[in-house]
């Protein structure tokens, strides 16, 4: 009897079941496509304690109970068709893990089917990409915690392992938690990756850096408390040469930016929520403008430029910024989760978070270690205002860096929604108290003063 089966062959999938093998875990495998089976078998996976499967019944028929399986196929109706094919031979007690990049809402609601089946439903995010699934990545899991009692050492075996050695594997919280936390990780990827692609821009549009001058600089930042793993990937790509043609690959690439959704969904799940988290939304809104390809060509020779021409600020400025607009983005991630635990009562906790985000994931960065430490729920400023000094001069720089892009007419759209994020904080008293008069002037909204309690109406109209 084997230990655990993986449903779904493609990059992901192969991968995980790989790294199973690897911790010495005799695995099953099926796939909808019997013929992505076969060469994963006849490849990758020659001569290596993985059996196929070639129905979802012989599938689960080969495991050991309670049946451990973990689907990883494109999120959306392949989850609930395998479900529908899963329980009429699976029982009570048998676990069920969705690793795909589910919807939250759609793990809450699966997780209450198949509550009444006795059989767990776990939605867990995973995170690493192609690399981490093989190598280690970073696990999410939420839903019932028997199921991951069960599945515990497992996880734990094949997850990352920070640099002091904890895995990054930890339950997240009930019902739709994992699924939640791996979007709201996706959110944040969306808005770093944009915050770089900006920063990329002003060295190459606004410096006139040659591409490998644009790695360099990648690579300089991507030291101490500032470097990520998305600043590694960054420098790697920027030297990437084009094999076809004469220059680089990134200039090779259409400048349209897809996605998948989960950047989508963290800015709506945000404002149905009640929270601003600008640099995602900024970076899901850049990536629909990229897609605006035709339209950019036939106006980018018709819109009227800058007329200013002010000097982009030099590469260390940059970096300061970027690093000050990274952490934004994080705060801004964690502020949303802190706000998804006070509406659902999952148990999201944002220390145990950081840590399963420190090793094997896209967004793992050195400063999360600093994070697990500073971040307090109630006062989650306090995690960027830590280190003043540092926070008086990065403000200054990622102030410089904003306004100057726009004096250039190099569009900046993550870096400025960070820095009007920040100054929102700083600003002792908003105009808001303007918009709270508009609207009891044509709709007898009311207002609230800040010297005496009660509603108040304004004399307006007369
Ligand atoms: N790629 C990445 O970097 C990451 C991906 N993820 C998530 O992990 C999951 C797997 O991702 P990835 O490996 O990229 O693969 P894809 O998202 O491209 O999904 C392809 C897999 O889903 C299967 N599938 C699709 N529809 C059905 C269906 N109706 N019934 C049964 N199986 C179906 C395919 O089977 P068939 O061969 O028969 O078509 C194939 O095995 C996704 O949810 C993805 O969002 C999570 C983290 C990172
Ligand atoms: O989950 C992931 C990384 O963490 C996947 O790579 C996901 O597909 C990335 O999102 P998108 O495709 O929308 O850019």
């Not at 982009?312 to 502020?335: N, V």
């Not at 944002?350 to 420190?358: G, K, L, N, Q, S």
Request: glycine share 10%; aromatic share 8%; proline share 6%.
């Amino acid at each position: 009897m084997n230990d655990i089966a993986l449903i779904g062959l493609a990059v992901m999938g192969q991968n995980l079941v790989l790294n199973m093998a690897r911790n010495g875990l005799a695995v099953t495998v099926y796939n909808r496509t019997r013929e992505r089976t076969e060469a994963f078998l006849g490849g990758p996976a020659k001569g290596q304690s993985i059996t196929p499967a070639w129905d979802v019944p012989s599938c689960v028929a080969a495991l050991s109970r309670p049946r451990k399986i973990i689907l990883m196929v494109k999120a959306g109706t392949a989850v609930d068709q395998l479900l529908d094919e899963l329980l009429p031979v699976l029982e009570p007690g048998d676990i069920v893990v969705d690793g795909g990049n589910s919807h939250f809402e759609d793990t809450v609601r699966r997780t209450r089917r198949l509550r009444e089946t006795g059989v767990f439903f776990a939605g867990m995010g995973v995170s690493g990409g192609e690399e981490g699934a093989l190598l280690g990545p970073s696990l999410m899991p939420g839903g019932p915690l028997p199921a991951w009692e069960q599945m515990r050492h497992i996880l734990e075996k094949i997850a990352a392992r920070s640099a002091d050695g904890d895995p990054c594997a930890d339950y997240m919280g009930a019902d739709g938690a994992g699924h939640f936390v791996k979007m709201v990780h996706n959110g944040i990827e969306y808005a770093v990756m944009q915050l770089i692609a900006e920063t990329w821009d002003l060295l190459r549009r606004g410096l006139n850096l040659s591409p490998g001058q644009t790695a360099d600089c990648f690579a300089a930042w991507n030291k101490g408390a500032a470097s990520s793993y998305l600043l590694e990937i960054t420098a790697n790509i920027l030297r990437t040469k084009d094999l076809s043609g004469d220059g680089f690959m990134v200039d090779a690439i259409l400048d349209t930016a897809q996605g998948k959704g989960t950047g989508l969904w963290t800015s709506q799940s945000a404002l149905n929520l009640g929270v601003p988290v600008p640099a995602i939304t900024a970076a899901v809104e850049a990536r629909m403008l990229s897609m605006r390809r035709e339209e950019r060509q036939r106006y980018a020779p018709l819109l009227p430029a800058a007329d200013v021409s002010l000097d982009i600020p030099a590469p260390e400025t940059l970096g300061k910024a970027l690093f000050l607009a990274t952490r934004l983005a994080y705060l801004q991630g964690f502020s949303l989760l802190m706000a998804a635990e006070r509406t659902w009562n999952w148990g999201l906790d944002p220390a145990r978070i950081a840590r399963v985000w420190r090793a094997g994931c896209i967004i793992r960065a050195a400063f999360l270690d600093d994070l697990v430490r500073t971040f307090a729920p109630e006062a989650p400023l306090s995690f960027i205002a830590s280190a003043p000094e540092d926070l008086a001069d990065a403000q200054l720089a990622l102030r410089r860096v904003t306004t100057l892009a726009a004096a250039a007419g190099i569009p900046a759209p993550g870096l400025g929604a960070s820095l009007a994020y920040y100054d929102a904080f700083r600003s002792a008293r908003l105009p808001a108290s303007l918009v709270q008069a508009q609207r009891d002037y044509f709709g007898a909204h009311g207002f609230e003063r800040p010297d005496r309690p009660g509603v108040f109406h304004g004399p307006w109209k007369g």
